[in-house]
């Protein structure tokens, strides 16, 4: 009864937060005209999005793992996005919500890329993977139209105080899920391809 009653409440939920915008905390809204501009010459961009409000009063927090160390990149709320610049490689991107989940990623210099922040039911609060979005995708008239109804946030001062303060905890999910993510077959890890940016 108990596994019915939390299904109903799990499905209507979902419905009411269908429409939900996140608050932002620990991050800054750009100013009202503020763009996401072209990547600076020799440079590259990542721009991690929100699109589905599933999960909305829980933001989801971006790191780039560097020599098997989380380091912050920013912090996303429901149909939110935020840029990363970043110069051409090979990277590990990690996001945290009640768990954590991984992304590879190529870049190749003086493109643009996306990836899709994908909110999932956990058992206490709301679980997040990220997606890359493919370069047919993120170039369509559709795709860049949408890239208006999301807010642009930017990291601040409060982004790396919270990353600081939180240091334990992130550094035992990437541990722990980190572990279980390679240990799937390498089809089933997500990758951001060098083809992919735009």
């Known amino acids: 009864m108990k ?23 620990n991050m800054q809204v750009a100013t009202p005209g503020e763009i996401i501009s072209s990547p600076k010459e ?22 780039k793992i560097k020599n098997n160390t989380p380091e912050i990149v920013g912090i996303v709320a429901a149909k939110k996005k935020m840029s990363y610049d970043i110069n051409p ?8 919500g ?20 994908t909110p999932r039911m956990g058992m206490w609060k709301a679980r997040f ?10 170039s369509s008239q559709e795709f860049i139209e949408s890239l208006n109804d999301y807010q ?3 990291p601040n001062e409060s982004t790396k105080i919270w990353a600081i303060n939180n240091q334990e905890s992130i550094s035992s999910k990437y541990t722990e899920y980190y572990k279980k993510w390679m240990s799937k077959e390498e ?5 951001l391809l060098s083809s992919d940016g735009i």
């Not at 419905?15 to 905390?25: E, P, Q, R, Y």
Request: with cysteine; aromatic share 12%; glycine share 6%.
């Open 42 to 63: 020799g440079t590259s961009k990542i721009v991690f999005l929100r699109t589905n409000s599933l999960g909305f009063a829980i933001q989801s927090s971006i790191f």
């Open 98 to 117: 009640e768990s954590a989940d991984f992304m590879y990623a190529e870049i190749k210099e003086n493109k643009t890329y996306y990836a899709d922040i």
């Open 187 to 191: 089809n089933l890890r997500p990758k």
């Open 152 to 154: 642009l946030v930017i």
């Open 3 to 25: 596994n019915i009653i939390f299904s109903i409440l799990s499905i209507v939920m979902l419905f009411i937060l269908s429409g939900c915008s996140g608050t932002v905390s």
């Open 89 to 96: 490689g090979n990277y590990i991107f990690m996001v945290i």
């Open 129 to 138: 993977s990220l997606a890359p979005i493919s370069g047919e995708v993120a």
